[in-house]
């Protein structure tokens, strides 16, 4: 999160919580220097057997993470988003370990932690620490939350200066709960303030890295931007690496330093946050972009268009060959059926998987035929503006001689068409949406 100019914005205004310096067990601790690999990721791969009859034999295999390359730096947020089912909770606990990967690699501070056992696994237990969606389930509710806070230590045998009580306090405290309700149990807390127990949690033995996964989608909206404000706090002032997962792309772009965009078990964009919204390379991210409202009602007034991806997340049993995302991309050809896309740095900074990626030189120039399915692969539905929202009845197809009516960015992006496989600049600070040849278009 670091650098982020909106984020440290909203921080200083809602800013509820003063951490005191650390204590006893939870020294700060050394650790590689800002910016530096504080975890690396290389061709990880997890994949739940599936297995039938009396001999439990496998016959197939959920392969939800099917190879993961990338890198945490130490001190920034890395934000992971995509789809329900899209892999991004199993790399989280791949990723502290919670799981054993089927394959690959994962470094932490450069040693390699893919395979160690328990006692192996000990001492990184205090560095890598998570966070859960649902502060309901992962508190225990028969133990007071002095006891749940408190555990972490019991677990590493170590004792802080002054004992557990008091550094479990002083951490209630760092979370913005009172100290007095040490011997309360989770049932008598709100949904926010569990998740505040949580991270007290995680935050007791002063771990390096935190991995939060939907840190707030279970949450009150009014209660979300206190809890991402309280993890930005911690991050400056702790110094902490953060992983966090989430669906709501609101979220991610408020506490990202960097996005990996996930799709089926693979990431298939990974850059900086201002890169990824202001033009995002492959046409995935480009179409859950697309989704995410606008906040500001000058901006919502003016139109914009949605992308709306057809059919389901294919099966993660059997993904479709070559690039997993031809059967719902409007851009796919031939070749993204049968090659996959390796993860390719096109822009500084920027690294995508995609052989018809946007605002960049096209990777298959040579292959022009879109698949016949690409051309019914999305809807898109113009929003906003001023037009009054019209009955399902009253939606009808546009004739192409639509066109004249979008306004200028609008029309530069159909230049950049699918069948064209152009590279066109998007408009300055809204992504850009293709006009596929038969698309459909609905308006609200
Ligand atoms: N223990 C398991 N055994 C078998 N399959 C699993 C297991 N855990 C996850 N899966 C499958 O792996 C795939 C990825 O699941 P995962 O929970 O990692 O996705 P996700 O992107 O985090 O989704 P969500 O946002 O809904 O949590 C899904 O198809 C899921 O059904």
């Not at 009396?54 to 947020?77: I, N």
């Not at 939060?212 to 002032?237: G, H, K, T, Y």
């Not at 995002?280 to 000058?298: G, N, Q």
Request: glycine share 8%; proline share 9%; net charge negative.
């Amino acid at each position: 999160m670091s650098g982020n100019p909106e984020k440290s914005a909203v921080t200083s205004e809602d800013k509820a919580v003063t951490i005191p310096a650390q204590s006893g067990g939870a020294t700060l601790k050394q650790g590689p220097a800002q910016g530096e690999t504080l975890l690396k990721v290389t061709g990880l791969q997890k994949h739940f057997p599936i297995r039938k009859g009396l001999l439990q034999r496998q016959v197939g295999a959920v392969k939800a993470v099917d190879g993961l390359d990338f890198e945490v730096r130490s001190g920034e947020t890395l934000g992971v988003v995509g789809e329900s089912g899209c892999g991004k909770s199993t790399m989280g606990r791949l990723i502290t370990r919670l799981l054993e990967p089927t394959a690959g690699k994962i470094e932490f501070e450069g040693k390699d932690i893919t395979h160690l056992g328990v006692g192996g696994m000990r001492p990184l237990r205090r560095d890598v620490q998570m966070i859960f969606q649902d502060p309901y389930s992962s508190l225990n509710p028969r133990h007071t939350i002095g006891t749940i806070v408190g555990a972490p230590f019991r677990l590493q045998g170590v004792t802080p200066e002054g004992g557990i009580k008091k550094e479990v306090q002083r951490l209630l405290e760092v979370v913005g709960l009172n100290p007095e309700h040490y011997n309360r149990y989770p049932h008598e807390f709100s949904g926010g303030q569990r998740q505040r127990i949580g991270i007290a949690r995680a935050l007791a033995l002063n771990p390096k890295l935190v991995v939060a996964d939907e840190p707030v989608s279970a949450l009150d909206v009014s209660i979300q931007a206190q809890v991402v404000n309280l993890l930005d706090d911690l991050q400056e002032e702790l110094g902490l690496t953060y992983v966090i997962i989430a669906h709501d792309l609101s979220v991610v772009r408020h506490v990202s330093d960097r996005i990996a965009v996930m799709y089926l078990g693979k990431i298939v964009e990974l850059a900086d946050r201002d890169s990824l919204y202001k033009a995002p390379m492959h046409p995935y991210t480009k179409a859950l972009m697309s989704a995410v409202p606008i906040p500001d009602p000058r901006r919502r007034a003016a139109k914009s268009e949605r992308i709306l991806l057809k059919g389901d997340v294919p099966s993660p049993i059997s993904p479709p060959s070559g690039c997993r995302f031809h059967t719902r991309c409007w851009k796919a050809t031939e070749t993204c059926r049968t090659q996959e896309p390796p993860l390719l740095e096109l822009k500084p900074g920027q690294q995508v998987a995609c052989h018809h990626p946007e605002n960049a030189e096209d990777q298959a120039p040579q292959d022009t035929v879109l698949l016949s399915a690409a051309t019914e692969a999305i809807e898109v539905v113009t929003v906003g503006g001023d037009e009054p929202a019209k009955t399902a009845a009253e939606q009808t197809p546009e004739p192409e001689t639509s066109e004249p009516e979008m306004s200028e960015p609008e029309a530069s992006a159909s230049e950049g068409s699918a069948s064209e496989g152009s590279a066109s600049e998007p408009p300055a600070s809204e992504p850009s949406v293709p006009e596929p040849s038969g698309e459909k278009r609905v308006k609200e």
